[in-house]
């Protein structure tokens, strides 16, 4: 236990010296600092690194999105196309329950917007 009846230790004013007790100098202060600066361009150098590689990733995905994007767009149409000639030759074989057919869902259709 720290004896409570000692004031505690003040520092020199105006001269900076050694810590007596860790024997650390101004030098291996500066020099401790000097090594912490290093690390931190280091890390900033990592980072920066990442950065990059995270950047080409994005747009290796935003490439990949456009063709996917583009093949759907490609397969909706498609898809569409198909059941447009479907409908046709369904209703090309049967006119008259085409006819019946649009008919009630006019007739659906109307009572639903009452």
Known sequence: MVDEKQPPR??????????????????????????????????????AEQVAVL?????RLRESLGVIAESSGQYAVSRVNSVREDVRVAVAANPLGALFGAALVGYLFGLRRR
């Open 55 to 59: 950047k080409e990733e994005v747009a």
């Open 10 to 47: 003040r520092a020199s004013l105006g001269v900076i010296g050694g810590d007596r007790k860790t024997g650390k100098t101004l030098e291996g202060a500066a020099e401790a600092l000097s090594a912490d600066a290093a690390d931190a361009e280091a890390a900033k150098a990592a980072i």
